[in-house]
């Protein structure tokens, strides 16, 4: 199971670095690709526990959401999600009208999947259009990336405190501490190496976005965990051998592209 995680993993990132160098609509396409494969394993683990969010909307849209935010204006973003939430709703009196009881819930699912999924993924768009974007991407990404790695090999080595027992009986202080520090780390030393041929991303900042991405995004992947835990399932889907699904590996870095947009917009752009 080790070796295919890091085989998987060695070719995520390769790809990865490819897709983030090619940028353009090549970027923004395979995005938009990636986060409508998670939101079908979004609509596939709620459809197994009963409920019937629609999975046109909710595929459709988190393919779109990304690309209006290729358009250099946040506002392209703002009216796509307000037609998909109109779309869901009416989809959703229909079905309650079909005599489907928790077409409410269902609904209910259908946004909360679009805001999680389409319009959270689609800041990592935002975050290449932006000046020096590619620079931010590989200062961003990796550092979310280190720290979930450290979390993993820090905690099976040494986590003895439960970090969330109920949530992910996996995850321990102690490897939550390692990637905070590994995270960072990254940051800091990305920034500074970057620095020289980027003015605006810094030894600073870098490490500054380490330790954020590092401290908070892996809520997304605690989010994930009860998601997942609410019914039962141990991974979103078997897409990627060894690692489970693309909700699976993508789930802090929707927190983290979030996190680092905002913080890039506010700060330092």
């Given amino acids: 199971m080790l070796a295919k995680r890091v085989i998987s993993a060695a070719i995520i990132f390769l790809a990865f670095v490819l897709v ?3 940028g353009g609509w090549f970027f923004t396409i395979s995005i938009s690709v990636v986060l409508a494969i998670g939101a079908w394993e979004f609509w596939h683990i709620f459809q197994q526990g009963g409920y019937i969010p629609n999975p046109f909307i909710l595929i459709a ?3 779109l959401l990304p690309i209006s935010r290729s358009m250099d204006n946040d506002q ?3 009216l796509c999600l307000s037609i998909l939430i109109m779309l869901a709703a009416f989809a959703a009196v229909i079905d309650y009208e079909k005599g489907k009881q928790n077409a409410s819930i269902s609904f209910i699912i259908t946004i909360g999947g679009l805001v999680y999924i389409g319009l959270l993924g689609s800041n990592l768009v935002a975050l290449r259009f932006l000046p020096d ?3 931010w ?6 550092a979310v990336a280190m720290g979930d790695i450290s979390a993993y090999f820090i905690g099976n080595a040494f986590g003895t405190h439960k970090i969330a027992p109920h949530v992910s009986p996996g995850k321990s202080i102690e490897g ?3 990637g905070v520090a590994a995270a960072s780390l990254y940051g800091l030393l990305y920034g500074n190496f970057i620095h020289l ?3 605006p991303i810094t030894l600073l900042n870098g490490a500054v976005s380490g330790f954020l991405l590092g401290s908070i995004s892996p809520m997304g992947d605690l989010v994930e965990s009860m998601i997942k835990r609410q019914f039962k399932l141990k991974d979103s889907s078997n897409l990627i051998p060894g690692h489970g699904g693309i909700l699976d590996r993508i789930d802090t870095s929707l927190i983290g ?3 680092s947009y905002m913080l890039i917009k506010i700060l330092w752009c």
């Fill in 197 to 199: 041929y980027t003015a």
């Fill in 257 to 259: 592209a979030t996190i």
């Fill in 176 to 178: 939550y501490f390692g």
């Fill in 76 to 78: 392209y973003a703002i």
């Fill in 137 to 142: 991407v590989l200062l961003i990404i990796p």
């Fill in 20 to 22: 983030t160098f090619w």
């Fill in 133 to 135: 974007g590619l620079h």
């Fill in 61 to 63: 849209g988190s393919f």
